[in-house]
């Protein structure tokens, strides 16, 4: 057995000893599944009437599973719209998303963008209020309220308009799929749209393992020492605070034929949204020891990139298993858990 990984680490620390050089190979790269999704604005695009109303203070009794970021279609940056310059960002595609805070403070934020040939048409909306939440309804009361509407097509327009102001409620759910992901449902005069967290999932707080190697006597921090293992696999520990560890050990062959087994440990960040797990390392150290040079085997700091993966479970009544695929990559990692 030879992950990739793994050999990638091997083959970059012997040309580390012999030439302080880094060799990575490229990866295929593969496309994440888009998921499902309708454009949901709460509230109808007009002119508003007359000033806002005052921001009522915040209630502070959002429940706790609908204090989060949610998101439906292509996330909006933190650049989309700036309160106090009165500046829109860029957006492309479609996507929604609402952020609710636990003292009921609320930020919503929608966008449309339809390319036709050479005509270009935009439909922005950013809100900004306090939400209020009982018996399965929730209302949304605005005190900032902006529509951006942009044509390209010939001529140029570009408007900004204020309102509505009116509260809207609708009701709303929140519930784990098959897969894991945590959705929240809203509906609203007959229409429903689902959007998807941005955040930690409770369901994958703990070890999961592949292979024959497990997260208990892998790695010791305080000795920097790495334990003798008995077979090739892998291992993640995901916290409930987001962050994260991660073993793994395999075997190799170099140049010269020679048996190298090797091992790495990285531990760092983990951020989720819907179906996208990505883990950013930010501390490492990695081991490659040569058959044919024994006891030269040497630890040393080894920090890997980025990765985001499609996550999902499988057979979850049965035995549960995470899957983990690399967006960059054909392949299908499958975990159990510890």
Partial sequence: MKPIRLYRVILLLLLLALLEALLIPLRGRAQAPAADFTLFIPASIKD?????????????SLPDEL????????????EYYDPVTGEWGDT???GEMYEFSANGAYVYAGFLRIQNGLCVTEVSTYKEGTAQAAGGELTLQPSLAKTRTVIRCGSNSDTTTDGPFDAVTMSYGVAETAGGQVQL???????????????????LVGAWQRGDVTSG?????????????TGAGAWYRFNADGTYSYGEFGY???????????????EGTLSIAGGKLTTTP????????NACNPGAGETKPYVEAERSYTWFYRDRTTAEKLVLIP??????FIYLPE
């Fill in 48 to 60: 508003g009437e007359g000033a806002p109303p005052p921001p009522p203070p915040p209630s502070g």
């Fill in 67 to 78: 204090v989060s970021t949610w998101f439906n279609g292509v996330p909006p940056s933190k």
């Fill in 92 to 94: 492309a595609g479609l």
């Fill in 185 to 203: 449902t809203l509906s609203n005069a007959g229409n429903s749209a689902s959007f998807y967290r941005q955040g930690m999932v409770q369901s």
């Fill in 217 to 229: 006597n892998f790695y010791d921090p305080d000795t920097e020492e790495f334990a003798p293992q």
């Fill in 252 to 266: 190799g062959t170099d140049d010269q034929g020679c048996a190298l087994s090797g091992w790495v440990y990285q």
């Fill in 282 to 289: 930010t501390a490492g150290m990695a081991r490659v020891d």
């Fill in 327 to 332: 967006l960059e990559a054909f392949q299908e």
